[in-house]
């Protein structure tokens, strides 16, 4: 397999449910991300690891969870979420020795919360 | 900070006819900029990118994009529309360098191209 892989591409919850969606990526990039995409909105940025340490947390509620095992691998387990918090969640990385900002990106995961 | 602005949140142009599509952004350093595209139900993908080289850059599926620092532009461009280029286009800045690869990159709100048979 080649590139950024996210699972699962559909996930509907109710708000009293615990889930988990998976990145992985096969790119041998060191830094993974988690986006979400909402309609009308820009592209939030949530999570950032870079080699494997949590370096950026933008005011996302508790109810989102980082979890970066090893570079190659990326969750956000999601818990008591909200109605509002369905979303497109993209994964991407990137490994640049210039730091130039290019991001590969998953397909995302579709997110309907009930 | 640097921000990113994206004129037009939907764009329609008859098919063989040019397409632009206008990004400004502000940056405190020299930027590094980039054109996603993303295709309805997928992820984004890279179209181009501006890395402090040729100001006119070349992406994929025949795509241009003119950095011009005088006017903080780098608008996107392709001189005819064809069907298969309707799709979602993100404009990008990132400031860089932070170590370990690690890239903050804003994103515009993205324009809507509609192709019109």
């Known amino acids: 397999e080649t590139g950024v892989t996210q699972t699962p591409r559909h996930l509907v919850m109710g708000m009293t449910n615990k889930k988990s969606l998976k990145c992985e990526q096969h790119?041998?990039?060191?830094?993974m991300y988690w986006y979400k995409q909402s309609a009308k909105k820009p592209l939030e940025l949530m999570f950032v690891?870079?080699?494997?340490?949590?370096?950026e947390n933008n005011s996302v509620p508790s109810r989102f969870s980082p979890e970066c095992p090893n570079s190659s691998h990326l969750f956000l387990h999601l818990h008591t979420l909200q109605p509002e918090d369905s979303a497109l969640y993209l994964c991407a990385s990137s490994q640049d020795r210039r730091n130039t900002g290019e991001l590969f990106f998953g397909e995302g995961s579709r997110l309907t919360v009930l | 900070a640097q921000s990113v602005t994206q004129l037009g949140s939907h764009v329609s142009v008859s098919e063989g006819a040019l397409v632009l599509l206008r990004c400004n952004y502000s940056s405190s350093v020299p930027p590094y900029l980039f054109w996603y595209v993303q295709y309805p139900n997928q992820g984004l993908q890279l179209l181009l990118k501006y890395t402090s080289a040729a100001t006119l850059v070349k992406g994929i599926n025949g795509f241009e994009a003119e950095f011009k620092k005088s006017e903080t532009s780098f608008h996107l461009t392709k001189p005819s529309a064809h069907m298969s280029d309707a799709a979602e286009y993100f404009c990008a800045v990132s400031e860089g360098p932070y170590s370990g690869g690690y890239q903050k990159v804003t994103f515009g709100t993205g324009t809507k191209l509609q192709v019109i048979p």
């Open positions: 790119l041998g990039h060191n830094a």
């Open positions: 690891y870079s080699l494997e340490e949590r370096v």
